[in-house]
């Protein structure tokens, strides 16, 4: 057997190979860098259960309601919606998945997590949905917000060693599809009650 299988080492001592090398990388060029952690703490805090994003949209909706537009406040409810039932597809996800987080001796864990479960990114998931479906809201141009959300949220939970790579990507991507169906869903609604005059 060679001295370099991992059979060899116990699994938190393994050579660093795969996405474990990949998330080591990442956190040797911005670990160390003045403010990488806290700032990455800060946007674990504010996304944890899409909490957050929820506050965003409330907010949203209640100033809509209050300037008495009914669409408005229908587009940052949804928001809302669309965000914690992105969250909520990634839990159920991450419960049939059941890959474990990170778990090696060179990886910084930099936050602590509700549960030990790793694909995909929940902080993710929700961020895109929600950066997605708050722009829409907000009347920005599509790809605005989630340029400017999406990539610190997925580079933070790698910077925090409590993801993979293919955590954060593939939460981003279920993300973009939990947004898609919320839109879906309304258009439907409205070709329905069209269909009802």
């Not at 965000?83 to 890959?99: D, M, P, Q, T, W």
């Not at 809201?137 to 340029?147: C, K, R, S």
């Amino acid at each position: 057997m060679s001295s370099e299988s991992t059979d060899t080492y116990p699994a938190a001592f393994a050579p660093v190979s795969g996405e474990t090398k990949v998330l080591v990388a990442v956190q040797n060029v911005f670990v160390d860098k003045p403010g990488a952690v806290a700032s990455a703490r800060a946007l674990s805090h504010f996304g944890e259960h899409s909490l957050g994003w929820l506050a965003v949209a409330g907010t949203g909706a209640a100033i809509a309601q209050f300037r008495g537009d009914e669409r408005g406040r229908n587009l940052w409810v949804a928001a809302g919606v669309g965000a914690f039932g992105a969250h909520a597809a990634s839990v159920v996800l991450k419960r049939i998945v059941r890959r474990k987080r990170p778990d090696h001796a060179d990886v910084r864990i930099g936050v602590g997590t509700p549960s030990k479960l790793s694909f995909p990114s929940s902080h993710a998931t929700s961020t895109t949905a929600a950066a997605i479906l708050i722009g829409r809201a907000a009347g920005l141009p599509p790809a605005a917000l989630p340029a400017a959300l999406v990539p610190p949220m997925l580079l933070s939970r790698l910077v925090l060693g409590v993801h993979y790579p293919t955590d954060v990507i593939g939460g981003a991507l279920i993300g973009a599809a939990c947004a898609a169906a919320v839109g879906a869903g309304e258009r439907q609604t409205r070709t329905e009650s069209r269909g009802m005059l």
